[in-house]
């Protein structure tokens, strides 16, 4: 996923509270060291949402990646309140914007665009013949941040559909919604918190919209997918694809940050919500079979895990009792979590492209993919991740330029594929295969 990385809370710079009384009642401070649990949850997260891919353990893993945006509300919420207590001046306010969003740029895109260009470059070779047509649109609309509104306008094909798997860059779709999280929500924020600011309430500003947010998007959500005069295949994808439907996850996340620090709950109790909280996230990724339709019921458990998980950690007391010892039983999670974003870059393009070649080995050739995207997600965090996110140059304009170049990788892949499909035959061999695809997914594979 498109989440931010291990350090997010532990570097980001701690100036002087601007305004104190809000930084104390959101206890901002001695509470942004580094989280290890939360680097661990999202290695559970992603391997759920892996296994789940390559047709093994966990047929539930799609509600992986509802916890990858309760975290995410919940971090990068937690990050931009910081700012927002800091800094006074419009000035400051102007430079904290941009140093989020450059961030983010420097965090997420080069890894993204590197990936789209070589899945659009190499699906002529090695994708489905059926999945074809759709890479290209969906790898552009992905470098533009609106995957999910490509797959939900331009395919009509829902993400649970057996047509889908053709296309190995289906995946992108949650990578979309993150984006737009990201460029919207700073601003959303800011404008609620300024207006609580006016009555010097900018935390019960914050609480009543986090909230609202919260009821009004889970409202439509559940409305889209269960409303019996609504509930169209239609409403059901759109309840699954957009933005609007999913902003509650995101806003579940922030909701933890903007709690009264009061509500902090004593050790024992914290402990009990942490492991009631990974009850439900692990039961339904167990369980739960897939479908469009129950998504949303099944993202409400992960949800709620995943906030008792996060509040279940969020303490001074727990950040230091559960440092070394902790941290080391945990290091195989927080290994994943630290590889995650890239392991889901790669995974799902790789999957598909081993089910192509081998449409009915079973689940080995898929668990092989997933191993190959382990390795590809290891050299993409060491060689693309941490060369752009330590880079000493983060001026906004170097970034700017950066991003163009991330966004105009993809575009330019999409514009040589069709010539690379031409250069390359159909072998009676590949023709036999897609076939047998084909008949896997029940659909014409020369679509």
Known sequence: ?????????????????????????????????????????????VLAVVLYHAKVVFPGGFVGVDVFFVISGFVIGRVLLKRFAANSTATARRSGFSWFYV?????????????????????????????LPATSPTGVAAALFSANAYLFWGTGVGYFDPVAELNPLLHTWSLSVEEQFYLFLPVVLYLSWRLGKRRDRPVQSLRVFVISLIAGSFALCILLSYSGAISTQTGIRFAFFSPFTRAWEFAAGILIVVLPVRLLAPAKLR???????????????????????????????????????????????????????????????????DLSYSWYLWHWPLIVFAAAFWPNSGSLPLLA??????????????????????????????????????????????????TLKHVIPDTPERLAQQRHVAERVGCDSGT
């Open 271 to 337: 402990r009990v919500a942490i492991g009631v909280g990974l009850v439900l996230i692990i039961v339904p990724m167990l369980l739960l079979l897939s479908s469009s339709q129950i998504h949303s019921t099944a993202g409400l458990f992960a949800v709620l895990g995943t906030m008792l998980v996060i509040y279940g950690g969020t303490s001074p007391i727990q950040a230091q009792a559960g440092s070394e010892k902790g941290t080391a039983a945990l290091a195989p999670a927080i290994w994943l979590g």
């Open 369 to 418: 993919a997933v191993g190959m995207a382990l390795l590809l997600a290891w050299l993409s965090y060491n060689l693309i991740e941490k060369r752009f996110k330590s880079a000493h140059h983060k001026s906004l304009k170097r970034t700017v330029t950066l991003a163009a170049c991330c966004i105009a990788a993809p575009l330019i892949a999409a514009a040589l594929a069709p």
């Open 103 to 131: 961030r983010r740029a420097r965090r997420l895109l080069p890894a993204l665009g590197f990936m789209l260009a070589a899945v659009i470059l190499l699906a002529p070779l090695l994708a489905p013949l059926g999945g």
């Open 1 to 45: 996923m498109g989440q931010p990385l291990a350090g997010e809370l532990a570097d980001t710079p701690g100036p002087a509270f601007a305004d104190p009384t809000a930084a104390t009642e959101l206890g901002l401070g001695p509470l942004d060291g580094y989280r290890p649990d939360i680097q661990a949850l999202r290695g559970l997260a």
